[in-house]
């Protein structure tokens, strides 16, 4: 045993700070998929087509799993405060999710009129399709590390550290 009072735990010993974020991210996924297909479900009641009905699932889960992400996966970066830079990460996790998004819905409604399939299964497989690049480019772009600007960085034409979870 040790003389200092913190034993790693497994999820420590076994898990990279980055598969940990991986995890976290696949978590509030899940939440986000309940939250799709929720909102599916719900537009479907008010008479919407299957198209309307998976694009507005889509978009609600994206800006709730942004909330989950910006609070918890990615709460331990440094993040500039504010109004403005909040809605800077929130346009930059639309747009990087744009990708994950435009595989969701084609997924979906390749199932309903292609494959004459259920919303819900396309919905479902296209998430799964969409989760890798979706995290990997929030990683390192919308939810990357802030470094705080000063007078002796700011003119400086040093490289930036890219792998900050590595």
Same mark, same amino acid.
């Given at each position: 045993m040790?003389?200092?009072?913190?034993?790693p735990s497994?999820?420590?010993?076994?898990?990279?700070?980055?598969?940990?974020?991986?995890?976290?991210f696949?978590?509030?996924g899940s939440?986000g998929v309940v939250?799709?297909?929720?909102?599916?479900?719900?537009a479907?009641?008010?008479?919407?087509?299957q198209?309307l009905?998976?694009?507005? =699932? %889509?978009l609600?889960?994206v800006?709730?799993? @942004?909330?989950?992400n910006?609070a *918890? +996966?990615w709460?331990d970066?440094?993040?500039?405060s504010?109004?403005?830079?909040f809605?800077?990460?929130?346009?930059?996790?639309y747009?990087?999710?744009g990708?994950?998004?435009?595989?969701?819905y084609g997924?979906?409604?390749t199932?309903?009129?292609?494959?004459d399939q259920?919303?819900?299964?396309g919905?479902?497989i =296209? %998430?799964?399709?969409?989760?890798v690049?979706n @995290?990997?480019?929030?990683n390192? *772009? +919308?939810?990357?590390?802030?470094?705080?600007q000063?007078?002796s960085t700011?003119?400086?034409?040093?490289?930036?550290?890219?792998?900050?979870?590595?």
């Amino acid at each position: 045993m040790t003389s200092d009072n913190h034993t790693p735990s497994l999820m420590d010993r076994l898990l990279t700070p980055t598969r940990r974020r991986f995890v976290k991210f696949g978590m509030v996924g899940s939440s986000g998929v309940v939250v799709n297909l929720a909102f599916v479900w719900l537009a479907l009641q008010f008479a919407t087509s299957q198209e309307l009905a998976s694009a507005i =699932g %889509i978009l609600v889960s994206v800006f709730t799993n @942004f909330l989950l992400n910006d609070a *918890w +996966t990615w709460g331990d970066r440094t993040k500039r405060s504010g109004v403005g830079s909040f809605f800077l990460r929130v346009s930059q996790y639309y747009l990087a999710s744009g990708l994950a998004i435009a595989i969701q819905y084609g997924t979906a409604m390749t199932f309903v009129h292609a494959w004459d399939q259920n919303v819900y299964v396309g919905q479902l497989i =296209g %998430i799964g399709m969409g989760m890798v690049v979706n @995290f990997i480019v929030n990683n390192f *772009w +919308t939810f990357r590390e802030d470094r705080p600007q000063n007078e002796s960085t700011m003119h400086t034409n040093e490289p930036k550290d890219t792998h900050a979870d590595d």
